[in-house]
């Protein structure tokens, strides 16, 4: 394995710390509540409009959104809640006889309240209101509530704001930052408090979500989004290199990597790349040039199993396959958030409109998690219930092995009810050894 190009820097060694400043507001919010959080607003978000958006203003906003447009946000919208759906499918209630006389099972509750945050920054993230509000929505999450940083004298624009109310938003705040988060946390503004807070954001919405985690639940703990692209001596070079660049906009700090097995398309595509990002409009380029100058990597490798070594090693957050064998690369490929196989798709594709979620795991978490789902607002709870006589094994084995564990009281748990519905019958209810 041989690094073409190296990275000058990593998320890890450049993370500004902003846990002082988001835990000061998040604290100061939850002491002084509505008006704290408006006090907020009106400095970082320059709005001191209603911060609840009313079904008027959600009117007035698809009125100005092109017909076309609402048709594309109709389009994503129906293959995300299209995918979600197919994924609640794959979750169900069960009951098992786990012995004679003992049933245990399994129920799927969705979570009471959630909060989705939608981001409005530089890019107007209608994707991330649509893949975060719909999956709660076909969760059977009975309050979904949204928020998005409003533009000075305008609120959240329109297309965003259209497309919270399209995917079943009940309640949307024009609040961003972490005054909005905190909001939906502490259930401000008429909001119940949220269970779960989902949806992507800056690093102080990513802190805020983080230090929240506890009090509330939250998808994941995010970083900066990261792509990689694994590619053969079969593909083509200028996409490959439109891929990188796609990606490499996000932001500054937005790693991209290409994995490759042959050297002279990893030549074209370097050459490529600065070109390609020199075409882009200065607020994509400036934030493609420094995540290409100083985050991106290109790897060389011998073969096909080195290359998947190294995606699973990295675990990135998308993982888009443009090499030959594409059923071998799904079958052994292990950590990534999202796959993309073969060049007719691409990471665009799945950030934007194709169904599966964007929300992903960043900084190689996906070693150890997937993606937003339909799951993320659900519990797996259990059950169980028994007959006296389903209960006699149980209650013998457990005074037993709770005695070896020197835990008495749980043992006189079991003794009693073997006394109780039993009386007749004697038990040899002491441990062998008396102790672990």
């Known amino acids: 394995m041989i690094y073409l190009k190296k990275a000058a820097r990593t998320a890890e060694t450049d993370q500004e710390s902003v846990r002082e400043v988001v835990a000061n507001m998040l604290a100061e919010i939850a002491a002084g509540g509505e008006e704290t959080a408006r006090a907020y607003a009106r400095d970082l978000d320059k ?4 911060i609840v958006v009313s ?13 076309q447009l609402k048709a594309d946000i109709q389009f994503a919208h129906n293959n995300v809640r299209r995918f979600a759906e197919a994924q609640r499918g794959t979750v169900t209630d069960f009951a098992i006889e786990i012995i004679p006389g003992l049933m245990a099972g399994q129920k799927q509750i969705p979570v009471s309240a959630a ?26 999450v009975p309050h979904i509530a949204a928020c998005s940083p409003p533009r000075p004298g305008v609120g959240i624009p329109p297309a965003i704001l259209y ?29 119940p408090k949220a269970d779960i807070l989902v949806g992507p954001g800056n690093q102080y919405v990513a802190e805020a979500k983080r230090i929240l985690f506890g009090q509330v639940g939250i998808d994941m703990f995010a970083g900066p989004t990261d792509s990689m692209v694994v590619a053969d001596a079969a593909a083509d070079p200028e996409m490959v290199a439109a891929d990188l660049v796609g990606q490499a906009e996000h932001g500054y700090n937005s790693p991209v990597w290409l994995v490759t097995s042959d050297r002279s398309l990893a030549q074209q595509v370097m050459a490529l790349v600065p070109k390609l990002i020199d075409t882009l409009p200065e607020v994509n380029r400036t934030s493609a040039q420094a995540a290409w100058r100083d985050y991106a990597e290109v790897i060389l490798c011998n073969s096909a199993e080195e290359m998947a070594q190294v995606c699973d090693q990295f675990a990135p957050e998308h993982l888009h396959i443009q090499a030959e064998n594409l059923d071998w690369w799904l079958h052994r490929l292990q950590s990534y958030g999202s796959l993309f196989l073969g ?3 691409t990471v665009a594709f799945g950030d934007k409109t194709s169904g599966p979620n964007h929300v992903l795991p960043t900084s190689g978490a996906a070693r150890y998690t997937g993606g937003l789902s339909v799951h993320k607002f659900m519990k797996t709870v259990t059950w169980q219930r028994a007959t006296r006589d389903g209960a006699r094994p149980l209650a013998e084995a457990t ?17 009693i009810r073997l006394a109780k519905f039993f009386p007749d ?4 209810l002491s441990h062998a050894n008396g102790q672990v």
């Not at 909060?115 to 059977?140: D, E, L, N, Q, W």
């Not at 019958?425 to 040899?428: I, L, N, P």
């Open 47 to 50: 709005w001191s409009g209603d």
């Open 55 to 67: 079904a008027a203003d959600r009117a007035a906003a698809a009125a100005l959104v092109p017909t």
């Open 115 to 140: 909060g989705c945050y939608v981001p409005g920054g530089r890019y107007s993230h209608v994707a991330s209101a649509i893949m975060t509000i719909t999956t709660a929505k076909v969760a059977g």
């Open 163 to 191: 497309a919270m109310d399209l995917c079943g938003a009940d309640v949307i705040l024009s609040m961003g930052g972490v005054q909005g988060v905190a909001a939906m946390a502490n259930g401000l503004f008429g909001l």
């Open 343 to 345: 060049e007719e798709t």
């Open 399 to 415: 005074a037993r092995i709770s005695r070896l564990e020197g835990m008495e009281g749980h043992a006189r748990s079991a003794d």
């Open 425 to 428: 019958e004697t038990f040899d």
